[in-house]
């Protein structure tokens, strides 16, 4: 045990030098809406802060994970930028809506642009990273560096020969925690439901649902492993803080929607979930991997809310055609390049 | 329930049959003051359910039937199971079913489907592929769920594929679109929570025996604590495209005690790919 303390030591000092570099930035991210410096957040009937609703991470869509080299270390953009980026997603909303009445025109073969969810509100970041300074991922560590990452198909070149070549997120198995909550093309929902002792977070895409036990039990055994994880939280002040360990290592990584090198068995994530206001939640999430990245990393965005908005059923594995066809789709090519050889 | 609440109370002052009247009917009397509002159901089993704050029943907690309606909601005996590998594992228990009355009442070309799909069950039953399971097999699984009752809505997490849904207890909802697990829509009668389930795609089935329902199945759940670690649970089941008359099945789901039960993760897809995709794979 002493032994074990003293060679993670070093993962604490620079989880600790790292928190407090990372406080500013989080700070300033965490603060209250304009307006709502009088809002007090409400609380369950038993007492407990009420994060209960469904919120989405649409306000990011489209925010890079990490951050353009140009933009150094500017996290936020400047009011005027805002207000371009607000009108941006005006004329975007326009565009959706003529796509969706005008008869007759030509459209391609991919989904019309008003499949996709958009943000009512411009992202206020230049990046999902905030910590470290420059917004990006760290480094990854030479052992994570040969980690094998599901290339999928492409039309120039499918690499399809068994379903393993796929992400787990097309497997429909899982995109991992963070890739469930990190803002993509649709399906951003996050439905909070608490009960005494539980905070549960439904999530749309592959139909997850986080059951966190928020009751000081301690982590299940090391031997029990997930996708998902095994999540713990505890309240401190009116922030939900959710520590998750107990992955399964070598599936999902930290990008959209599970992307990315794949995480290790270490990985430990902390999530912190605030109420801001009345229609948001600054989130957080510290992500922790000493066999992976070179020190620990931060992400934040804000949740929020739109009015009507609501998880349908996603039953991805039920209806995954595009497993069967990709598949087959592959082994028809390789049956007429066989046939042209002849 | 007051005529229970004697007879137990009775056994003890049965030597003293006048002083035993007095003191049951004095018991009776300050336990039905002590619970304004519950005078519907017993005051016995009342006192032991554990409640929100509001004083409805609280069904919080990890949760698990017991029994084989997973196999056959129909009374049935032991049979082999499908692969002589397993052999003693993989057979079929003997159980009790859980359908009030015995027998589906299906419509002779719905018995015949029935029939059709036990014996084409391996590519039929949509448990085998990891499919949602539907209501209410999701229910009495061999899998436990956890209910998360907050103070208006209600979530079921299934541990079977991770499935799970929603009951808005809020202004009923249509069901927008047909989906695996249905719309439900919940509300208390008295300590019972009763939830409607519709828009079920029709592709679920109730076990491992073919039985079956269809997109116009409509389900009526009741949960009700019989006490603090056991719900009474009834479903009646109404379906005119393939039932003569509407029926009920109706089980008991027991807590998880254990000190470390939790709800764990079982997704299946992985166990049911080389099934589902293994003749496309690259030879």
Known sequence: MRHRLVSIAPTIIVAVMFALAAESAIAQAAKPAPGA???????????EPDLQGTWTSDDCIGTPLNRPANLGEKLYYTEQELAERQSQLARQQQNDLQEFVAPNQRVGTGPPSHWVE?????CKQTSLVVDPPNGRTPDLLPEAQTRRIPEGANNENPKADSWEDFSYYIRC?????????????????????QAPGYVTILQEMVHEARVIPVDGRPHASPNIRSYMGDPRGHWEGNTLVVETTNFLGNRTGIGLNGGGTPTSDALKLIERYTRTGSSEIQYDVTIDDPKTFTRPFKVAFPLTQEPGYQNFEYACHEGNYAMSNS??????????EAAKKK | MAIQELHLMGRTVMSYRLWGWVLVSAAVVVLFTAMPG?????PRTTSQIPRMPDGKPNFTGLWQVLGTAHWDIRDHGAQPGPFLQLGAAGAMPAGQGIVEGGEIP??????????????????LDPEIKC?????????YMPFPYQIIQSQRDIVFAYEYATS????????????????????????????????????LNGNSWFDRSGNFQTDNTHVVERFTLADADHINYEASIEDKTIYTRPWKISTVIYRRKEKNAQLNEFKCVEFVEELIYGHLKKK
């Open chain 2, 38 to 42: 519950t005078s519907q159901t017993s």
């Open chain 2, 164 to 199: 799970n849904r929603v009951i808005n207890m809020g202004k009923f909802k249509e069901a927008a679109v047909d989906t695996w697990m249905g719309t439900s829509n919940g509300r208390w009668e008295g300590d019972t929570l009763v939830v409607d389930v519709s828009g």
């Open chain 1, 173 to 193: 198995i899982s995109r991992g925690v963070t890739g469930s909550i990190f803002p993509v093309i649709y399906g951003n929902g996050q439905q909070i439901v």
């Open chain 2, 131 to 139: 499919y949602m399971p539907g209501i209410p097999r999701a229910n």
């Open chain 2, 106 to 123: 299906y419509t002779p070309a719905a018995g015949e489907k029935q029939k059709d799909n036990l014996q084409n069950r391996m590519t």
């Open chain 1, 327 to 336: 598949l087959s789709g592959a082994r028809a090519r390789e049956k007429a």
């Open chain 1, 118 to 122: 958009r943000g009512r509100r411009p």
């Open chain 1, 37 to 47: 410096k009088n809002w007090t957040p409400p609380k369950t009937p038993w007492g």
